[in-house]
Structure formats: C-alpha cells, structure tokens
C-alpha cells in the first residue's frame, strides 16, 4: 500500500504516526520545501520530494492524503484524472 501525504507539519506528522500504527510501510511526503518533508519521513523511515513530484507519483499511489493549511488545492480534479489514465 502506497501512501502519498501532502504536508509536513503537525497534522502530516500525526497522520503519518496512525498509518505506522496500522502497518503502511510505504509513505512519501511531499512539501513545498524538501528539507521539511525529508524530516518528517525520515522520522517514519518513509520517502521525501517536493511538490513538483506529484503528478508523477501519483499514478503509482492507492491513498493520498492532504494535510495542509493551503487555502487553495493542492491537487487538482485534472492531476487525478491523469494519474488514473496511467495506472
């Protein structure tokens, strides 16, 4: 099970503490700053990249989950749509 998770703060880190306790193992998140995602995954032995690498992990992604204070999306109905013709 492949999870993406989009942000690195406070919400980001206990998202990413429940899914270790439910067993996902393959967790990549994804910031607009690298360093920020790099902590937080590296604390759950998980993946790390900016925000640009989101259209191309998500076709090989089954959860995405988004955890940020942006008042704008994120990810986008089209970037879905994508990602599903490529799986």
Do not use: F, Y
């Not at 990549?28 to 937080?40: C, D, G, R, S």
């Not at 759950?44 to 090989?60: D, F, H, I, R, Y």
């Not at 995405?64 to 013709?85: D, E, G, N």
């Amino acid at each position: 099970l492949q999870v993406l998770l989009i942000g690195a703060g406070k919400t980001a880190e206990l998202t990413a503490w429940h899914l270790r306790e439910q067993g996902v193992t393959q967790i990549t998140v994804l910031n607009h700053h690298l360093e920020k995602a790099k902590l937080l995954a590296d604390t759950w032995q998980g993946n790390s990249a900016t925000l640009a690498a989101l259209p191309a992990l998500l076709p090989t992604t089954d959860i995405v989950i988004s955890a940020t204070s942006s008042p704008t999306p994120i990810l986008t109905k089209a970037q879905v749509q994508q990602a599903l013709h490529k799986r």
